[in-house]
């Protein structure tokens, strides 16, 4: 590589230390300041690309310029000349780096992409692009040496089926996984509820596990294999939105005009003074049963996730409740059965109905 590389400039000793000086300088400031400020740019207008190829990048300009350097350090008359070993590892040091630029630079996008679409870390994609990069790394690394990689390729395929076997259960896992990713059935964030009865916030999908996060924040640790086998309510999709019913009931005799009216005006307050809460949705009451003991209705409000519900409907009961004490809307009506137990006339105490 070094053979083919010519230099225009002829400079004396005092020039060339300069001039490396400058070319050092020049690396730093583009790796140190430049670059971190371009990438601080790109996040901010989420330009993913020009944003993953400034991480990727990181010490690249510092070993660039430090090789541009040293080769014009070696050209000039008083510098020793770099020996053939030495440019033997420059070399293999220049393919490695390229290759470690461009793995970088494939996994930053993927990184990137997720932090700007807000999914959150999926620790399966990570994992396999981070083995597939040591693998190019490792195989570039090999035919740089000279090491022939045909033989190596015959002894893994060899023993495929083997280790298929042996991990026959983490392979099933894996695949999985790599499912759940493809079909986009569940991405971080989301909050999921399984037939079995777990539920919670998916939090990340590693290798063989999907972790879910529950409202008591202890974590749940579901086989990827179980993750589609099961039928699963997905709380988040198509939309996180969601309508919140709450039930009440007000006594017989209140007027269901006058009640209606009140209810829906508490919601809309509820709605709109609620964190969490859809504030442009109209409220619905639905009347839903009559009984001896009162009517009963249904509010439908809207939160804005799963578990923006439980807030609102605590807010909701509290303000209606408070408004029909004020307004005099009676409760529905206690009904108490009593159960009496009859005793002949002529017992006066249960030891003389016993003789």
Same mark, same amino acid.
Request: hydrophobic share 50%; proline share 7%.
């Given at each position: 590589m070094f053979e083919n590389l010519e230099l225009f400039i002829t400079v004396n000793g005092a020039e060339a230390i300069l001039i490396v000086g400058l070319i050092l300088v020049t690396g730093l400031v583009l790796d140190w300041v430049a670059r971190p400020l371009l990438r601080r740019w790109a996040d901010a207008r989420e330009a993913i690309v020009v944003e993953a190829i400034t991480i990727a990048s990181s010490g690249q300009f510092t070993f660039w310029t430090l090789i541009i350097a040293l080769r014009l350090w070696a050209d000039q008359p008083t510098a020793p000349t770099l020996s053939a070993t030495t440019l033997r590892v420059l070399d293999i040091a220049m393919v490695l780096a390229v290759t470690i630029f461009l793995v970088r630079l494939i996994t930053n996008l993927v990184d990137t992409f997720l932090r700007h679409r807000h999914i959150g870390n999926i620790s399966l994609i990570n994992n396999l692009l981070r083995g597939l990069g040591a693998l190019a790394v490792g195989g570039t690394l090999l035919v740089s040496l000279g090491v022939p990689l045909g033989p190596l390729l015959t002894v893994i395929a060899g023993s495929s089926l083997g280790i298929t076997f042996a991990l026959r259960e983490p392979l099933s896992n894996f695949f999985a996984g790599v499912q759940i990713l493809a079909f986009n059935r569940v991405r971080p964030g989301d909050y999921i509820r399984l037939a079995s009865g777990e539920e919670g916030i998916v939090t990340d999908i590693r290798w063989s596990d999907t972790y879910l996060r529950q409202l008591a924040n /202890?974590?749940? *640790? *579901?086989? /990827?294999?179980?993750? *589609?086998?099961?039928?699963? *309510?997905? &709380? +988040?999709?198509?939309?996180?939105? !969601?309508?919140?019913?709450?039930?009440?009931? $007000?006594?017989?005799?209140?007027? !269901?005009?006058?009640? %209606?009216? !009140?209810?829906? /005006? $508490?919601?809309? %307050? #509820? =709605?709109?003074?609620?964190?969490?809460? $859809? +504030?442009? &949705? %109209?409220? =619905? $009451?639905? &009347?839903?049963? #009559?009984?001896a003991t009162g009517i009963r209705f249904t509010v439908v409000l809207r939160a804005q996730s799963y578990t923006d519900q439980f807030l609102l409907r605590h807010e909701m009961i509290k303000h209606l409740r408070q408004q029909f004490q004020a307004e005099g809307i009676a409760p529905p009506t206690q009904i108490v059965r009593l159960q009496n137990q009859v005793v002949p006339a002529h017992a006066t105490h249960p030891a003389e109905t016993n003789q």
């Open positions: /202890n974590v749940v *640790i *579901i086989p /990827n294999a179980q993750m *589609i086998t099961q039928t699963m *309510i997905n &709380f +988040s999709r198509p939309e996180p939105e !969601l309508n919140v019913l709450v039930d009440f009931a $007000v006594g017989a005799d209140a007027d !269901l005009e006058q009640t %209606e009216a !009140l209810v829906l /005006n $508490v919601a809309r %307050e #509820v =709605l709109t003074a609620t964190p969490g809460a $859809v +504030s442009a &949705f %109209e409220p =619905l $009451v639905r &009347f839903n049963a #009559v009984d």
